[in-house]
T-cell receptor
């Protein structure tokens, strides 16, 4: 099925460990996004990629890095995880010309202990 | 900077009651507006969207929203809620209108609990 695929779905890390969250879409979208969702704070943009080859910081980029590997894939890396990064992470993609808004992945629930 | 404010953080209704969730945004130019729904344990799904034209927008599952430009508002409504509407609802705005780049700014979300 067409959509946005995120892996893993769940992850527990120890403080200081690193990991990469993977995101891939197969809808010919050119823009991709990483958000984190925390209770009472809605979704906050971490990084985004308006098109292949470009990335930009969002509202809360500290502690994260991203890579737009190709048109389909956009990964989020935590180099040294901290408890404050415990959250649910969503990847989303869109092609604004389609006027359909975002399509979201199913999310990654990350716990840093 | 753009921002989105949802007035109600937690709403409790009985089945068949009418629903209105408030959403206001701050952006002086052309906007695209969205409402998303997140059912428990799931990802966000699009309920409805406004890009241009008729300011009264109809979405899935009987939801509608009205864009009032003068009030910078995009309130979500449903005449009669069902237990299955229990979910979290997010308003989002993209500034720059129908440009082909941009990002969504989300409100804090409103949790709707519908009692059977």
């Amino acid at each position: 099925n067409a959509g946005v695929t995120q892996t893993p779905k769940f992850q527990v890390l120890k403080t200081g460990q690193s990991m990469t969250l993977q995101c891939a879409q197969d809808m010919n979208h050119n823009s991709m996004y990483w958000y984190r969702q925390d209770p009472g704070m809605g979704l906050r943009l971490i990084y985004y990629s308006a098109s292949e080859g470009t990335t930009d910081k969002g509202e809360v980029p500290n502690g994260y890095n991203v890579s737009r590997l190709n048109k389909r894939e956009f990964s989020l890396r935590l180099e040294s995880a901290a408890p404050s990064q415990t959250s649910v992470y969503f990847c989303a993609s869109t092609r604004w010309e389609y006027q359909n808004g975002y399509t979201f992945g199913s999310g990654t629930r990350l716990t840093v202990v | 900077a753009q921002s989105v404010s949802q007035h109600n953080h937690h709403v409790i209704l009985s089945e068949a009651a009418s629903l209105e969730l408030g959403c206001n945004y701050s952006y002086g130019g052309t906007v695209n507006l969205f409402w998303y729904v997140q059912y428990p344990g799931q990802h966000l799904q699009l309920l409805l969207k406004y890009f241009s034209g008729d300011p009264l927008v109809k979405g899935i599952k009987g939801f509608e929203a009205e864009f009032i430009k003068s009030k910078f508002s995009f309130n979500l409504r449903k005449p009669s809620v069902q237990w299955s509407d229990t979910a979290e609802y997010f308003c989002a705005v993209k500034g720059g209108g129908s440009g082909n780049t941009g990002k969504l700014i989300f409100g804090q979300g409103t949790t709707l609990q519908v009692k059977p």
